[in-house]
């Protein structure tokens, strides 16, 4: 349904899936790609509404999103997204993340997750594919802040 050509078929979606997981009467984890997505919808109100929904997520409780990060990207890793939407996507998700604990946990599974990389893949064995993963490691390991 997220993928309905009707914007709002996707907003009335976005509106449940909102209600439903800020109070606590569905799990947020297997459908938070969906909604990471949704923040860039081509239909802005669609757009608007995840990207607020993400914010009111964040207010419930900062560890939410920290905690959904990675589900969300090995979900968009391994979908054939364009990069740029990608980026778009993960710098929104990965702008919550400010705790220094937080960043450093994530540096640390992604940097072993890029090592990986060069060994498995989720597309098979295509070249070319592990350099796209290995490009969206980089890209999340860029938008990460860490204190020196």
Do not use: W
Request: proline share 5%; aromatic share 8%; hydrophobic share 40%.
């Amino acid at each position: 349904a997220f993928r309905d050509p009707h914007p709002s078929v996707r907003l009335t979606l976005l509106n449940m899936s909102q209600h439903l997981i800020l109070n606590n009467m569905l799990r947020a984890q297997s459908n938070m790609y969906h909604l990471a997505l949704a923040t860039q919808d081509p239909d802005p109100k669609v757009a608007d509404m995840a990207r607020l929904f993400f914010q009111k997520y964040d207010k419930a409780d900062r560890k939410k999103i920290y905690n959904s990060v990675l589900e969300v990207f090995n979900q968009l890793a391994s979908m054939p997204i364009p990069e740029d939407r990608y980026q778009r996507i993960m710098a929104f998700l990965l702008g919550f993340i400010e705790k220094e604990g937080e960043a450093e946990s994530l540096i640390e599974t992604l940097c072993k997750r890029i090592d990986q990389v060069g060994y498995t893949d989720l597309d098979g064995d295509k070249p070319q594919s592990r350099m796209r993963q290995a490009r969206k490691v980089a890209y999340c390991l860029a938008q990460l802040k860490m204190e020196s």
